[in-house]
């Protein structure tokens, strides 16, 4: 095919486009890490964490029941009548990137018409999919990290909590601040936030970037061979 820019031989025209190629291919090699992480911010997380441990959280929701969250509007007081299964949406709020106020940054899929995840295995199941790490006790822990307990010992999750630093963790369902309540490490699982960012992207995800950015960058190293060889 003959190159339709004026000045430019065949060859000349293939060596520009491959150029141009892999230009493309070694950017976007080079922003995928920062456009697939996000920064999480500990000191909002444990911030929002403060305001909202007694009442409602900002999105106005509250879980009463586990099927489906109650609207009682933001900053209402917390139900004490019942347990509740608001801990991982109180959780979620914290970390995330609620719409009506900011907690720690990180945007948090929401599957119900309150934000976030509402199921404690499954907000830390995602949590540690994207980039999180566990640790083997709450001394390796720091601010803004989350724990989850399963009480019962029965390999399942049943509560999650953020924590504040110094022993003290705030939680929802009935309204919780103070010491983490820990005595031994079996029926705890400590989630650590890596080095303030958390990736985006699933390992999977990752993975197919990264080759789609080696198949381009091989596309354009042949074509600047091939234009080479013409000259």
Known sequence: MPCRFPGFRSSACSAWIAFLL??????????????????YDRSAACQYAMKYWHSVCSDGHFFERRDAPTY?????????????????????????????????GLNIESRTQAYGEPGAAR??????????T??????????????????????????????????????????????CRITHSSGFTFVHMPNGQISLLNPTAAALWTLLAVVFVSIAVLLLTTAALRL
């Not at 892999?22 to 090699?29: D, E, I, K, Q």
């Not at 509007?73 to 970390?95: E, L, M, T, W």
């Not at 001394?139 to 989350?146: F, K, N, W």
């Open 22 to 39: 892999l230009l493309t291919s070694v950017l976007g090699l080079t922003l995928a890490p920062s456009c697939a992480t996000h920064a």
């Open 72 to 104: 009682l509007g933001r900053g209402k007081k917390v139900p004490q009548g019942n347990k509740g299964y608001d801990c991982a949406h109180f959780v979620s709020c914290c970390i995330g990137n609620e719409p009506h106020e900011l907690g720690g």
């Open 123 to 132: 907000l830390v199941a995602w949590l540690i999919e994207h980039g999180a």
């Open 134 to 179: 566990l640790k083997e006790s709450v001394s390796e822990l720091l601010p803004g990290d989350v724990i989850a307990y399963d009480p019962n010992a029965d390999g399942w999750i049943d509560h999650v909590a953020l924590y504040l630093g110094n022993n003290q963790v705030a939680a929802h369902s009935r309204s919780w601040y103070g010491d």
